[in-house]
């Protein structure tokens, strides 16, 4: 609970001075909004230091809502690594998650590799409460050039939580955009897939567009 106080509070401070990326995601059967972004943290000179600051805060709509079920969904995820030049990418990370369902603090090891047309996002991550889940995190992102002012947007995301315990949930989200990149805005296609069980599983789809802008 400390650990994912201090770290909202630390990222309220560093989101006030940060351009904000802001997806909105309309599918056949809800719509999502995703602020996100990963940045380092700068010294007085204005250059990146080895602190890397990720930021995620997602919500959801069910169009199936009611006063009992299908009720909205939020997460908000504040992570905080350090990046020493000779781990090549390497680096522990401590997180703090909040849910509907409670808070989260976690810790363990990431990899990033953030160039200007790709990315690489990644990171495994164990709860510090008791009977902890395991988290696995991946992102890729590729924007490369097709002319002078259109460029291709694509992006893959894979979200795995996994029980220490037997008896626990597992749950594997896929979250797929397709589409371009141009003046500052990103359109196009997507969809979200959704896993969970245990032995026995349940999915669910939403498939439809979206459009993504830094503010």
Not at 73 to 79: K, M, R, S, V
Not at 138 to 148: A, I
Not at 167 to 185: D, E, H, I, P, V
């Amino acid at each position: 609970m400390r650990l994912a106080l201090f770290l909202l509070c630390a990222a309220m401070g560093f989101v006030a001075n940060a351009q904000l990326p802001v997806e909105v995601f309309g599918g056949n059967k809800k719509t999502t909004v995703d602020i996100m972004f990963f940045k380092f943290f700068r010294n007085g000179q204005g250059e990146n230091t080895r602190w890397l600051f990720f930021n995620r805060n997602r919500a959801s709509i069910d169009y199936q809502m009611t006063e009992t079920i299908n009720l909205p969904q939020f997460g908000f995820t504040e992570a905080i690594s350090y990046n020493h030049p000779a781990l090549k990418g390497v680096a522990p990370v401590v997180i703090g998650q909040i849910f509907n369902r409670g808070v989260f603090p976690k810790a363990g090891v990431q990899f990033a590799h953030i160039k200007k047309d790709f990315t690489i996002f990644t990171w495994l991550v164990c709860e510090t409460l008791e009977m902890p889940d395991l988290d696995y995190f991946l992102l890729l992102r590729f924007t490369p050039g097709l002319s002078e002012k259109l460029d291709l947007f694509a992006q893959a995301e894979s979200v795995n939580v996994m029980p220490t315990a037997g008896s626990g949930n597992y749950s594997f989200t896929q979250r797929l955009r397709l589409g371009f990149q141009k003046n500052g805005y990103q359109f196009g296609a997507g969809a979200d897939f959704n896993q969970t069980g245990n032995g026995l599983y349940s999915g669910t789809q939403n498939v439809g567009g979206f459009i993504r802008h830094e503010f």
